[in-house]
Each structure stands twice: as structure tokens, then as C-alpha cells.
């Protein structure tokens, strides 16, 4: 998986206007800085998908009659 990058638009780029924040991958975002096009400004922190802390199972507890 690729990082994405935050850049700062110097042209029209993607039909969002000059001085926007898009979201880049790396490689991209890395061709474009070289060209004059953007201006890399950070790297987008991945949200991680934590999921809920599993419940012990229960004990199934049969009661004799």
C-alpha cells in the first residue's frame, strides 16, 4: 500500500484550483512536486480500523432437573 501525501496545488490540477490541499499517492504526488505543479505538504495519517475489544465467550452451564 502506497502512502498518500498532502500537496499544495501551484496550477489547476485535477479541476481543483491554485493553492488547494488534495490528497496524493507518493509516486504521484512526488512526479507532480519535481514539475512545479504541487507542493508536498505531509503525510496523510491512516486512520487505523480498531475493532471493538471481543467479550469472553460465556460458559454454558446446562442445569440437571
Known amino acids: ?3 498518500k501525501l498532502k500537496v499544495k496545488t501551484m496550477a489547476v490540477f485535477n479541476g481543483q484550483p491554485v493553492g488547494s490541499t488534495i490528497e496524493l499517492d507518493e509516486k504521484t504526488a512526488r512526479k507532480y512536486e519535481a514539475l512545479k505543479y504541487c507542493e508536498v505538504i505531509g503525510e496523510v495519517k491512516s486512520a487505523k480500523k480498531e475493532s471493538a ?3 469472553p ?3 454454558s452451564s446446562k442445569k440437571s432437573e
Do not use: D, E, I, T
Request: charged share 45%; aromatic share 0%.
Open 57 to 59: 465467550a460465556k460458559s
Open 53 to 55: 475489544p471481543k467479550k
Open 1 to 3: 500500500m502506497s502512502k
